[in-house]
């Protein structure tokens, strides 16, 4: 991809972006800039990635032909206000912030350009992200698989209407907190059972990647996976049954529909 992709902001999810990026081969680190003003986190991506830096967000703004915002919610509309003058007339903007949606991007900019809203998580961090990504109008199909491109160099995308952006939410933006708290419940189980913690985080952690594995690779429907393993009057079996009696799934199902409805009050 032949185009400058700038970059407002390097957190930890800014910093997962630039390294898919440049791992894939999809953007040169001569065609990668990043503004923010911490300089002392600039200085770390470009000699982590070998990438042009700045503490000037308008020299990102005037040189990206895809710009990236990758700030906090609370400061969204201030850096908004400060490179809005200076984007390049077809820029694509991506989107990554929190709560903000394509209609206030456009109205912040007081322009309809070419907005992608992006639902991306943490596992990025790994190459192992989930991104939901949806465009406005102006986006040509074209630009729309170049971001579905950028998203999918460090794991997985799927592009979705912005009306189920607060479902994605709970789905896949918030869940690995949901993935990380049964994985700890594992080993404190395991603990419990005389398995040091050490190991224990690992064999938990290692059969939730096993098993999402599994989903993905073989295409079968989870509830004939987990029948796979669930031998009759088995061990199995006989956790499960105790799960479904401390009400597992429905602890589940409820915890995404709050996050799903903290996301569409965030929104308004």
Not at 54 to 82: F, H, W
């Amino acid at each position: 991809m032949n185009k400058v992709v700038g970059f407002i902001g390097c957190g930890n999810m800014g910093g997962a972006m630039m390294g898919g990026l440049i791992k894939s081969k999809l953007v040169t680190p001569e065609n990668i800039i990043v503004g923010d003003l911490n300089e002392k986190r600039l200085e770390q991506v470009k000699k982590q990635f070998g990438i042009n830096v700045t503490t000037d967000n308008t020299e990102v703004a005037r040189k990206a032909d895809i710009l990236v915002l990758s700030v906090k919610p609370n400061i969204y509309k201030i850096v908004i206000d400060g490179i809005k003058d200076e984007v390049k007339e077809d820029v694509v903007i991506i989107t990554i912030a929190a709560g903000k949606g394509i209609s206030e991007t456009e109205e912040l900019f007081g322009a309809k350009l070419k907005v992608i809203k992006v639902m991306p998580n943490t596992p990025a961090l790994v190459g192992e992200g989930m991104a939901a990504i949806c465009p406005n109008k102006k986006v040509s199909q074209e630009e729309l698989n170049e971001a579905v491109s950028m998203f999918e160099s460090f794991g997985k995308a799927e592009v979705l209407d912005e009306k189920y952006m607060d479902a994605v939410t709970a789905v896949s933006g918030s869940s690995p907190a949901y993935v990380f708290m049964f994985i700890e419940a594992m080993a404190d189980a395991a603990v419990l059972e005389g398995i040091p913690r050490n190991k224990a985080y690992k064999m938990a952690a290692q059969a939730v990647l096993g098993s999402a594995k599994m989903v993905l690779e073989t295409g079968k429907h989870p509830g004939e996976l987990k029948d796979m393993v669930c031998s009759p009057a088995g061990t199995t079996i006989a956790a499960v049954a105790k799960m479904e009696e401390k009400g597992f799934r429905t602890a589940v199902i409820e915890g995404m529909r709050a996050c799903a409805e903290k996301s569409r009050e965030m929104s308004k």
